[in-house]
């Protein structure tokens, strides 16, 4: 069974610092997906990593995929209070006839004035 | 276009009743999945059909029910709800070709 975890999974930070979210898994996959969703919202798509080295960038949000470690990461720079918002990672399998996404527990994020 | 669309936006249901969560995209994307969110976690996929006429389990089946008659519509059936199935429930389409899933607005259930 594929298992997301993502770490941390409630972080406060002061404006204009830097974090790191770390998304692990733990079957062989090069789709790599992250959303971002704001309380009682839907999910809004922020990055889609295809290959092993991937890295995205926009805005202040830049996310890389390592496959050989199962690790991405979504990097945070000089953050601010619009960033407050749950970041999920979500893995892309396929199974039977379609890509399925198996999605971390998020990373509730707050981002203090 | 107005996307994904879900209706209805909330409902309240009792213990061993039905109901039919509708789902609509206008993108003429073949993929539709659904998924429900418990409260602090991820999504966790329901069902997902590749094309009208075809439909297939995801990780959380049980007690769910779908049909995909066209490419635009992809109802989701709640026989006999549980208090478990109290969730929020996603809808999602993609295209072919692309790798980004577009989400719905959800449908907040709740059964008593």
């Known amino acids: 069974e594929l298992k997301v975890e993502q770490n941390p999974l409630f972080l406060s930070m002061q404006e204009g610092k830097n974090y790191t979210i770390y998304c692990n898994y733990s079957?062989?996959?090069?789709?790599l997906y992250w959303y971002r969703q704001d309380p009682g919202k839907s999910l809004e798509s922020l990055f889609v990593?295809?290959?092993?080295?991937a890295v995205k960038q926009e805005g202040r949000l830049m996310a890389s995929l390592d496959t050989k470690a199962r690790l991405s990461t979504l990097h945070i720079t000089a953050a601010v209070h619009d960033l407050s918002a749950t970041y999920f990672c979500?893995?892309?399998?396929?199974?039977?006839?379609?890509?399925?996404?198996?999605f971390g527990s998020g990373t509730q994020l707050t981002v203090l004035p | 276009n107005a996307g994904v669309t879900q209706t209805p936006k909330f409902r309240i249901l009792k213990i061993g009743q039905s109901m039919t969560l509708q789902c609509t995209q206008d993108?003429?994307?073949?993929?539709m999945y659904w998924y429900r969110q418990d409260p602090g976690m991820g999504l966790k996929l329901i069902y997902y059909?590749?094309?009208?006429?075809?439909?297939d389990k995801g990780e959380v089946p049980n007690g769910y029910n779908v049909s995909r008659s066209t490419t635009e519509d992809f109802p989701l059936r709640l026989e006999l709800a549980a208090p478990s199935q109290t969730s929020v429930y996603f809808c999602?389409?993609?295209?072919?070709?692309?790798?980004?899933?577009?989400f719905g607005p959800g449908t907040r259930l709740l059964v008593l």
């Open positions: 990593l295809l290959s092993n080295g």
């Open positions: 999602a389409s993609r295209r072919t070709t692309q790798e980004t899933q577009y």
């Open positions: 059909s590749v094309g009208a006429g075809i439909t």
């Open positions: 979500a893995v892309g399998t396929s199974t039977g006839s379609a890509r399925q996404l198996t």
């Open positions: 079957t062989t996959s090069d789709r």
């Open positions: 993108m003429n994307h073949n993929y």
